[in-house]
């Protein structure tokens, strides 16, 4: 499986196929089309060091104690397209964690803002004042 400039070897991948849950008459409960997929970020020889490290900080709730990734794919009527559907959303996973984050850079708000804020909140205090003390009778 191919995700970005990752290969990721498919005897990594764990797939086992369920009964899908839901409406879908005779044929949900004969065939086991649901796929569950499994893939052990934490010890994947596939994903650099800062990648690994990336995806299991995400605090995924499909993540397991352990680093397991489960993915659950039961959109599709057929094994196969869910199969695909769970590679897939393993890709955009992965995918996630590929782009470090850009470092955020504190900044300061301008002296025209702060002004512009103290000017709306001494109008609006005014307009306040103006509500008191009268009769409405």
Not at 94 to 105: F, S, V, W
Request: no cysteine; proline share 5%; aromatic share 4%.
């Amino acid at each position: 499986m191919q995700v970005g400039h990752l290969s990721i070897d498919d005897d990594e991948l764990i797939e086992r196929f369920v009964r899908a849950s839901g409406p879908g008459g005779q044929n949900v409960n004969k065939v086991s089309t649901a796929v569950e997929l499994r893939f052990d970020v934490a010890q994947s020889p596939s994903l650099p060091e800062p990648v690994r490290e990336r995806l299991l900080a995400k605090r995924d709730r499909r993540m397991t104690n352990e680093g397991v990734l489960v993915l659950a794919a039961q959109r599709f009527r057929t094994q196969e397209r869910n199969r695909q559907d769970a590679r897939e959303r393993l890709a955009h996973f992965i995918e996630g964690g590929l782009h470090a984050p850009k470092p955020r850079i504190a900044t300061k708000p301008s002296r025209g803002a702060k002004e512009r804020r103290l000017g709306e909140k001494r109008g609006r205090a005014t307009i306040k004042q103006g509500r008191t003390g009268r009769d409405w009778d």
